[in-house]
């Protein structure tokens, strides 16, 4: 099925760096959502983007909607160990609730 | 307020059986969509149920199958099961015409095929 290419595909990282990720697209979205999943756990959304070229935070987490419009980017400031996860984007086919998940980016944050 | 409710967590099935799978939607949700996540993977959109009536769906083959219930829970059956069938099912609930904004998933159901 289609999926949206996320980099890095892992990240170990010491307490306290700052994370960047980012997600790209062949296709055009309107919308960028950002998930992380923790083990046994269901996917909770992180951070919603709506317009083109759009920065959002929540806490320590900063997301941007690339002008472009086929990308995205979520950074971590000051990561602590229960940063730990996988961090998907998402973003629902156009006129569709349908969201294309990325393939993840595993983070984890040692001590 | 309870979340979005899957049962059950854990099941283990013999290739060619059948298997349903149940999901209770948060209160206040009245559209449930069902996704898909292989190991490793992102989650992928299997189908989606409002009204008692499948809206939308993905490219999965027609052993998937669903239902609706008048109090918006929902059912995922998978009928002649393969090996591949192994995954992590969750339930998305959303109000109508929300679901790319305000998807709440359930923890999953985790079905493995022997």
């Known amino acids: 099925g289609q999926q949206l290419n996320q980099s890095p595909q892992s990240m170990f990282i010491q307490e306290g760096e700052d994370v960047s990720m980012n997600c790209t697209s062949s296709?055009?979205?309107?919308?960028w959502l950002w998930y992380k999943q923790e083990p046994g756990e269901g996917p909770v959304l992180l951070i919603a983007?709506?317009?083109?070229?759009e920065l959002t935070s929540n806490g320590r987490l900063t997301a941007q909607f690339g002008i472009t419009r086929k990308d995205s980017f979520l950074n971590i400031s000051a990561s602590i160990p229960s940063d730990v996860g996988i961090y998907f984007c998402a973003g629902p086919l156009y006129n569709t609730d349908k969201l294309i998940f990325g393939t993840g980016t595993r983070l984890q944050v040692f001590p | 307020d309870a979340g979005v409710t899957q049962s059950p967590t854990h099941l283990i099935k013999t290739r060619g059986q059948q298997v349903t799978l149940r999901c209770s939607p948060k209160s206040g949700h009245d559209t449930v969509s069902w996704y898909q996540q292989a190991l490793g993977q992102g989650p992928q959109f299997i189908f989606q149920y409002y009204e008692e009536e499948e809206r939308q769906r993905g490219n999965f083959p027609d052993r998937f199958s669903g239902h609706q219930f008048p109090n918006y829970s929902s059912e995922l059956n998978v009928n002649a099961l393969l090996l591949g069938d192994s995954a992590l099912y969750l339930c998305?609930?959303?109000?109508?015409?929300?679901?790319?904004?305000?998807?709440?998933f359930g923890s999953g159901t985790r079905l493995t095929v022997v």
């Open positions: 983007l709506y317009k083109a070229g």
């Open positions: 296709s055009i979205f309107n919308t």
């Open positions: 998305a609930s959303s109000s109508q015409g929300e679901g790319g904004y305000g998807y709440t």
